[in-house]
Structures are given as structure tokens and as C-alpha cells.
């Protein structure tokens, strides 16, 4: 019986947990153990969907005294009621989604990739088969932006974009330390705006911070920036009492949005929209009218966003990027916009880094690399030191699959012996 040989391999498990010994371990044994018990968990969160959807529909729930079939399967789990609901919705999809319903017997999707999948299939069935592929050889943050694509293809652009719109909210409450919290939700371009001017904010007060000798995390100037522009003013380093200068002083930044002068932040926001969709006012078939990062937008959204000057606009059959090349290294204008687009994130595979990535030559421009958009990826920090500095290779894999992402089109690929790096400079986490 099923439950029978469930409880054999339970024990197994917890006695094989029981006898390890994490510190024995080899570096290259403790990689295969994390896989295996990877494969693991993938199964059982398997398992769990599958029966989460018999509990439902078998009422047992009822008969237990529960209140519903999220409260039974969260008392279960050890989970709240809205991963419940999140987990029963994406266990009734998987009744009418036969590919995904088989990967997921065989421990190939874990719980986010299934919960991505199922909401954007059940959308648009013909996309099922091509987004359990790329679960496979893309990373989670390519395959959520992929469900987006799709969910925003099966639903009218206007009425999602409205329904977002009026369920708009900004939430606050205190902690019992007196931190003060937010939550917030937000139209994908209004959200897009906040982020630019934050970012914006947040560079400059980095530097400043840098300039006084003083280590600021990225979320702490964000959060300083977030304040500063809500409440009108800049938030400078030397006017904080408790580091010297002057309490009073404060600068007034300028409005990115109203105004358009001043010793303010300059934010932008990228938009990437087809030629043929800006022209008539919505898309058709494959074509794309998206913030990268973010997700898809109305085209009317982005003709609106047009009016204000902190819009970049990629017209994707606008110049063409891929003849662009220069015998220096600077960057054309439109081919940074390309790269921006083209790689949101770090490009080395596992790495979903979005924030301040450095743009490397892939073959050194030292050794006769061109500037050119094939020559050119996005890196993070961390990855770009270990290129430059420690002989790690970045290399084009497979080429780009026909819905313009990314698969597996890059290769990282380590030297025999690890780097030694400064401790200055490790990558935390």
C-alpha cells in the first residue's frame, strides 16, 4: 500500500538524517546530497498537491471540523491559509494540464515553478508544454517573467492593468520593537516610477556615504531615499546630528517627474515595446510591450509614460543594435538601452542579481573584443571580479529560444583551483 511504503521511506529518511554529519562531508559530497534532497522535496511538494486536491474535493475537511480545505491542508503543512489557497489553486489547475501534472510526478518543477506554470497555462494551454521545457534550463526569475508574458496574452491588457489599478493600496503597521513597516501595491509603471526615483535617490546618497567614510547597505540608502522623496527633501549624509555638519541643512531635490531642473535624482524608466504595437495601440501575436523587470503593460501605459521625460523607449525594430560596434570602449546610447534590455538581470546562470550590474566585454577589449552587442553581457559585481581577476569564463551557450529569452545562452564555466578572494570583497549569502 502506498501509505505503507511512504512510512518505510519516512523512517528511512529520518534515520539517514539522524546518523549525518554535515562537517564530514566533502565539499563535492555535500553538492549531491543537496541535489538529492532537492529531488527530494520536489516529490514530496508532488505528493502534497495531488492530495492536497483529494482533501479538498472529498470533503474530508468538513468531517475533521475544519473550516475549509486551506485550514485543514495549513493545520497539515504547517503553513498559513494563504499559501493554502495558493497551493489548493495551483493542485486544481494540474487536473487539466497534463504536462505539468506529469512533470511534477516526476520531481522535475519544485512548488514555484508548478504554482508559475499552472496559473499562466490554465490562461493559454497551447504555451504549457514550451514553459515545462524552460523549467527546466532557465532560471526561476526568466521562467516567472515568461508566465507573465503569457498570463498577459491571455487576458485583456485594459482590465487587468484596471484591475491592479483599483486594487491599489499602500498598508502600514508597527512592529512591537516601534519599526514601522509598509506594504504597498501598485500599477506596474507607477511601481516602475517609485523604483527609478528610489534608485536614483539611492545612488546619490551612496555617494555621499562613500565620500564621509561611512558603510551604508543598498537597503538602507533605499529606505533613506524612499523618505527623502516623500517628504520633499534629500536626505544628506552630513545633515544626520549624530555624524556632525549642520542638523538643520537639507537639499530639495528635484521632482523627476513635474519638473526637469534642479540637483535632484534623475530616474528613468526602460520600456520595451514592438515598432508595430506602439503604432497601432496594442499588441498582436508574439509581440512585446513590457518594462523589463516588471512585466507586461497596456500599450496606451507606456503612450502615457511617453509624456513624461524620464521614459526610455526600446523600439525593438528601431536601429538596429546587433550592426552597432565601435573600435573603443565606450557604449552608443542604444546599445546600453539593447544590453539593459536584453540582460534585466547577471547573466550568469543561478545568478538573479538585477541591481548595479557592470557591462563586460566577453573577449577583452584588451584582446582585440569589439564593443558590440555580442561582445557585450551584463554582470554583477561579484561575477565581473571573478571574471576579471580570477580566470572564471563566461561563454554563449545555446542561442535564444523563439520567445526572445534567454535559456541557456550562457556558460560560466570556473578555473580547476578556486579563487582566493579578499574578504573586503566576498559575496555575502
Known sequence: MLLDHLATVTDQLRSSLAELDPERLSGPDAARLLAAFAEV?????????????RVESSNVWRR???????????????????????????????????ATDEAVRQGLLSETQVKEIAGAAILQPDAEQSLVDAAGQQPLSVLKLRCKRVRAAGQDPASSYEAIRKGRYLRNWVEDSGAVRFDARLTPDEGARLLASVTAEAARLGGEARRAGLDESAKALAADALVGLASGRSLALSARGDRGGDPGSTRQPRDPVSEGTGDGPTSVIHVRVDHAALLRG???????????????????????????SIL???????????????ASRSIPV?????????????????????????????RTFADGGET??????????????LKTYHGHLLERG???DAGGDPGSRWRWIAPADPPVVPRHIRRSG
Open 282 to 308: 496594442h499588441v498582436e501575436g508574439d509581440e512585446l510591450c513590457e518594462i523589463p523587470g516588471i512585466g507586461p503593460i497596456p500599450v496606451d501605459v507606456a503612450r502615457r509614460l511617453a509624456v513624461d
Open 64 to 98: 475533521s471540523g475544519h473550516r475549509s480545505a486551506a485550514a485543514h491542508i495549513a493545520e497539515a503543512t504547517g503553513t498559513g491559509i494563504g499559501p493554502a489557497i495558493s497551493a489548493l489553486e495551483t493542485a486544481r489547475h494540474l487536473g487539466s494540464l497534463p
Open 372 to 385: 558590440s552587442l555580442a561582445n557585450l553581457a551584463r554582470l554583477c559585481h561579484w561575477h565581473h571580479y
Open 334 to 362: 542604444a546599445l546600453r538601452r539593447a544590453l539593459i534590455e536584453r540582460d534585466p538581470e547577471c547573466v550568469v546562470p543561478g545568478c538573479d542579481t538585477r541591481d548595479r550590474l557592470e557591462i563586460d566585454h566577453i
Open 41 to 53: 522535496e520536489r516529490l514530496a511538494s508532488a505528493g502534497k498537491l495531488l492530495a492536497a486536491r
Open 312 to 326: 526610455n523607449v526600446l523600439v525593438t525594430d528601431g536601429v538596429d543594435v546587433t550592426t552597432v560596434a565601435r
Open 398 to 400: 545555446d542561442a535564444t
